[in-house]
């Protein structure tokens, strides 16, 4: 089996037997991209426990997957309480023994004028998308460092949006920019520690997050693309991955160019989600996952 970053990046062969054995969580595991992690990480042997806030939901999904010959176990997981969060990776522990890899992926989205913005959106997007995350780390990182291992690994699913800032989508990129900022400290904190940081940032995945978004410049992404992505870098770490590929090296590149230029090029490549945005399309994902108290992370 071969898995690749994206756009045939380092290429990797893994045969199945290199994932058997590991114990990998995945927050926000219910459906969408989480679900996808979830499905492929067990097809390539390992023992996956996905957590969600909809604890039936990630149970059903777990079934579903075990159906096709995988190891995946569902629980209920609210990532914005540290004692629901600390509950489930000692859960997990205890059923199969030291986490390997921590998969947060769990996030909500909401789109539009950063001024119309309700204020339950904008406290559920920080809880979530940012705090969840930092959560996340502080929970599971000492443990694997403690145990001195080496292959402790936290794999974090961002966004584009840590880089850029799509009007429309303020506040969430804010979120992601802050995930970004807290992993590159993170990552200097556990350096020679064994414990690998790597974090995923695609554009926009056709999910039910991203429901009524434009993609701008770049083509429509599949949770398969994220998650492939996802088991090649547990096979071979690395700290910042975009898809498309080519869009890192590019961001970087344009921070170089005068203001001018730069709002420019960015104009020409990020989607205006305040004028592209079906809100009605939205509605409904917005008011369960966003406004309302339920995280079903990435959709």
Same mark, same amino acid.
Request: glycine share 8%; no cysteine; hydrophobic share 45%.
């Given at each position: 089996m071969r898995y690749f970053l994206p756009d045939g990046e380092g290429a990797v062969s893994m045969t199945s037997s290199?994932? %058997?054995?590991?114990?990998i969580a995945v927050t926000g595991g219910a459906r969408g991209i989480g679900r996808e992690i979830a499905r492929q990480l067990a097809l390539a042997g390992a023992r996956v426990a996905i957590g969600d806030v909809d604890g039936a939901a990630a149970r059903r999904t777990a079934d579903e997957l075990g159906r096709t010959g995988g190891t995946v176990e569902g629980l209920e997981l609210d990532v914005t309480d540290t004692a629901s969060f600390t +509950?489930?990776?000692?859960?997990?522990?205890? /059923?199969?023994?030291?986490?390997?890899?921590?998969? @947060? %992926?769990?996030?909500?989205?909401?789109?539009?004028?950063f001024d119309e913005e309700p204020d339950s959106a904008t406290d559920r997007q920080l809880?979530? @998308?940012? /705090?969840?995350?930092?959560?996340?780390?502080?929970?599971?990182?000492?443990?694997?460092?403690?145990?001195?291992?080496?292959?402790?690994q936290?794999?974090?699913?961002?966004?584009?949006?840590?880089?850029?800032?799509?009007?429309?989508?303020?506040?969430? +990129?804010a979120t992601k920019h802050g995930v970004l900022g807290y992993l590159t400290g993170v990552r200097e904190e556990l350096r020679g520690s064994g414990v690998r940081i790597s974090v995923i940032m695609p554009g926009v995945v056709d999910t039910e997050l991203a429901a009524g978004t434009a993609t701008g410049a770049a083509r429509l992404l599949t949770p398969a693309d994220?998650?492939?992505?996802?088991?090649?870098?547990? /096979?071979r770490p690395r700290f910042e991955v975009t898809i498309p590929r080519y869009v890192g090296p590019l961001a970087r590149l344009?921070?170089?160019?005068?203001?001018?230029?730069?709002?420019?090029?960015?104009?020409?490549?990020?989607?205006?989600?305040?004028?592209?945005? @079906?809100?009605?399309?939205?509605? +409904?994902?917005?008011?369960?996952?966003?406004?309302?108290e339920d995280d079903t992370g990435p959709a």
């Open positions: 290199s994932m %058997n054995g590991r114990v +509950a489930f990776l000692t859960a997990v522990e205890d /059923h199969w023994g030291p986490i390997d890899v921590l998969v @947060n %992926n769990a996030g909500v989205m909401w789109v539009g004028k809880a979530v @998308n940012l /705090h969840g995350v930092i959560r996340g780390v502080r929970l599971a990182a000492p443990a694997m460092r403690e145990r001195g291992r080496g292959r402790g936290i794999v974090t699913v961002a966004s584009l949006a840590s880089k850029v800032a799509p009007p429309g989508e303020s506040t969430y +990129a994220v998650a492939k992505t996802v088991v090649a870098v547990i /096979h344009v921070t170089v160019f005068p203001q001018f230029a730069r709002d420019f090029a960015i104009r020409r490549m990020v989607p205006d989600q305040v004028r592209s945005t @079906n809100k009605s399309a939205r509605a +409904a994902y917005e008011s369960r996952a966003v406004t309302d």
